[in-house]
């Protein structure tokens, strides 16, 4: 254990010497122009995506390998990246200048210089990214389902001293750390980009999470006791078995780990774009610093609930707050059967029925906080309600008659990054979002090509949307921002495609998904991997501008459209 906490410990002074810089520019002034020479490192090949204002379509920009030669008029910055067989380096800008003896390169995005950037941002950077992603949808919920471990376990070790609990919870947040540095960066490696996106819409995973959130409702709610083996009790109170203990929270850790993809998949995206031009160990630095972050809050959760059963007279309480996280996790698993459902095509799940099992979940929570109903290890005060149960129960019951104008395609902000796109609503007494005529809207397009080849016809610029149908920010932005009507007119003056990055459906010449071959125009063309991503294109497909990743703000949309 001491090991592998000295190992994370020295992970940045370790990539500190491993700066990767795969492209040395060089140029001298020849009579009236300028020769510039850019010398490739072997194994590497670089790709041009502009020379001053001249650019290049990236799709079909040929590649140079060892040394290329080219001379220009003037002094204009070049904008290039190289790749090899396992990365590639984020887009730089270098520019001859007369006086310096050498010069370099730089950042498009951020203006500073390469080298200015330390390992050590990346990892402040992956610090940052995991304190965002513990407020996102899909992590903050599955807070309750770490507590409802974490009793179970400990009410199942009888005997459980504060060190232990303390012992847990820092294998419980090593485990984390572990397997966001580990897995994720090895997946990354070994399947693509894309991997982590597959597996997080991956109808099987989803469906098993369902599952589990399903059987834990079902466990709290008194149908049956989770509880290890006896002879496992036995064991860990005799002689506190690591081995085992360790092996059950990291099978948690892992829980929490997946299951939050569709939030954090977007940040950790964001941030390996971010670090794979600094060092082949620049991700697994910026990741363990995305993993320490996201772990130190859960750690303090898990301490917690051994806590509140080391505290004497817990009373009915503790029944109380079991069956509330039962009816909260009973209604977080309807997303995870909705990514499925989405990813696939199936429509068991479109937004209305949704809506629906949520208002009867909430409903029911409403009429159980202010003791109508009772279930299995309520005592009888519980029909005696309190002041606190009384204005959640109310909460609860204000929350459901809100939901229920969504039944009809009311937009239902509050929850828009929980429930399926207005897009598979089928009762719709109130018209209108984005992409909600879709199909008679001869300006939106789902295919990249007829999308582009529309535009060239019509004259019209392109605005592209990658997003995902597992993309809680995508649907957040869309209810926010997307379907603002100020937004909306001004997006008539484009050509609005929508490439969906998850969807499984095979394209028609069955050579691979319709969401890969998505997600390989975001990667491959504009050089992103993160969704909700949208791009500004001319009638001739070529970029406008930088590209827009996710807002709140329709004033900033605005703003950043450029027709």
């Given at each position: 254990m001491k090991r592998i906490l000295l190992l994370l410990a020295c992970l940045p002074l370790l990539a500190v010497a491993d700066i990767v810089d795969p492209v040395q520019w060089s140029g001298e002034r020849v009579g009236d122009s300028i020769r510039l020479t850019a010398v490739i490192e072997d194994g590497f090949h670089m790709t041009i995506f502009s020379i001053g204002e001249q650019e290049f379509d990236a799709w079909d920009a040929p590649e140079y390998t060892g040394t290329y030669t080219l001379t220009v008029a003037e002094a204009q910055p070049i904008r290039f990246n190289a790749c090899n067989d396992q990365m590639c380096t984020a887009p730089q800008v270098w520019t001859y200048e007369e006086s310096a003896v050498a010069t370099t390169a730089s950042n498009s995005q951020a203006g500073t210089p390469t080298t200015s950037r330390s390992l050590w941002w990346i990892f402040v950077m992956g610090l940052l990214g995991g304190l965002l992603a513990i407020f996102t949808p899909c992590v903050w919920p599955i807070i309750p389902m770490t507590v409802s471990f974490f009793i179970k376990r400990n009410g199942a070790q009888r005997g459980t001293t504060?060190?232990?609990?303390?012992?847990?919870?820092?294998?419980?947040?090593?485990?984390?750390?572990?397997?966001?540095?580990?897995?994720?960066?090895?997946?990354?490696?070994?399947?693509?980009?894309?991997?982590?996106?597959?597996?997080?819409?991956?109808?099987?995973?989803?469906?098993?999470?369902?599952?589990?959130?399903?059987?834990?409702?079902?466990?709290?709610?008194?149908?049956?006791?989770?509880?290890?083996?006896?002879?496992?009790?036995?064991?860990?109170?005799?002689?506190?078995?690591?081995?085992?203990?360790?092996?059950?929270?990291?099978?948690?850790?892992?829980?929490?780990?997946?299951?939050?993809?569709?939030?954090?998949?977007?940040?950790?995206?964001?941030?390996?774009?971010?670090?794979?031009?600094?060092?082949?160990?620049a991700p697994t630095i910026g990741m363990l610093g995305f993993a320490l972050a996201l772990a130190l809050p859960f750690s303090l959760f898990a301490m917690f609930p051994t806590m509140l059963q080391n505290l004497p007279k817990s009373g009915g309480w503790m029944n109380t707050f079991k069956v509330t996280l039962a009816f909260l996790e009973?209604?977080?698993?309807?997303?995870?059967?909705?990514?499925?459902?989405?990813?696939?095509?199936?429509?068991?799940?479109?937004?209305?029925?949704?809506?629906?099992?949520?208002?009867?979940?909430?409903?029911?929570?409403?009429?159980?906080?202010?003791?109508?109903?009772?279930?299995?290890?309520?005592?009888?005060?519980?029909?005696?309600?309190?002041?606190?149960?009384?204005?959640?129960?109310?909460?609860?019951?204000?929350?459901?008659?809100?939901?229920?104008?969504?039944?009809?395609?009311?937009?239902?902000?509050?929850?828009?990054?929980?429930?399926?796109?207005?897009?598979?609503?089928?009762?719709?007494?109130?018209?209108?979002?984005?992409?909600?005529?879709?199909?008679?809207?001869?300006?939106?397009?789902?295919?990249?090509?007829?999308?582009?080849?529309?535009?060239?016809?019509?004259?019209?610029?392109?605005?592209?949307?990658?997003?995902?149908?597992?993309?809680?920010?995508?649907?957040?932005?869309?209810?926010?921002?997307?379907?603002?009507?100020?937004?909306?007119?001004?997006?008539?003056k484009y050509v609005f495609i929508t490439l969906y990055v998850d969807d499984k459906r095979e394209r028609a010449d069955g050579s691979e998904s319709i969401g890969d071959y998505n997600s390989r125009i975001q990667r491959e063309r504009y050089n992103a991997n993160a969704q909700p991503f949208f791009v500004q294109l001319s009638p001739e497909g070529e970029q406008v501008g930088e590209a827009q990743a996710f807002t709140t703000s329709p004033e900033e949309f605005m703003n950043w459209l450029k027709y």
């Open positions: 504060n060190r232990q609990t303390i012992r847990d919870a820092m294998l419980y947040g090593l485990s984390i750390v572990i397997i966001y540095v580990g897995l994720g960066l090895l997946i990354t490696a070994i399947f693509g980009a894309s991997a982590l996106n597959a597996i997080s819409t991956n109808a099987v995973v989803n469906i098993i999470f369902f599952l589990i959130l399903v059987v834990f409702a079902a466990s709290f709610f008194g149908a049956f006791e989770l509880t290890l083996p006896s002879s496992w009790s036995t064991k860990l109170s005799a002689k506190s078995s690591a081995t085992t203990g360790f092996l059950s929270i990291l099978f948690m850790a892992f829980t929490l780990v997946i299951v939050s993809f569709s939030c954090t998949g977007p940040i950790i995206g964001t941030l390996l774009v971010e670090a794979a031009g600094k060092s082949l160990l009973l209604a977080l698993s309807l997303k995870f059967l909705s990514v499925a459902d989405l990813a696939y095509g199936w429509h068991i799940l479109d937004r209305e029925v949704f809506i629906a099992l949520w208002v009867v979940i909430f409903f029911l929570l409403g009429l159980y906080l202010i003791g109508l109903i009772s279930f299995k290890g309520d005592d009888d005060d519980h029909r005696k309600t309190s002041v606190t149960r009384f204005f959640l129960g109310t909460v609860s019951l204000a929350f459901a008659v809100y939901m229920l104008p969504g039944l009809w395609g009311a937009p239902l902000k509050a929850i828009s990054a929980f429930a399926p796109p207005r897009t598979t609503q089928d009762w719709v007494l109130m018209p209108g979002g984005i992409g909600q005529n879709a199909e008679t809207n001869n300006q939106h397009f789902t295919d990249f090509d007829e999308g582009l080849a529309f535009a060239r016809e019509t004259g019209k610029p392109v605005l592209l949307d990658f997003t995902g149908f597992g993309c809680v920010n995508c649907r957040k932005m869309e209810e926010y921002v997307l379907d603002n009507e100020a937004v909306k007119a001004r997006m008539e």
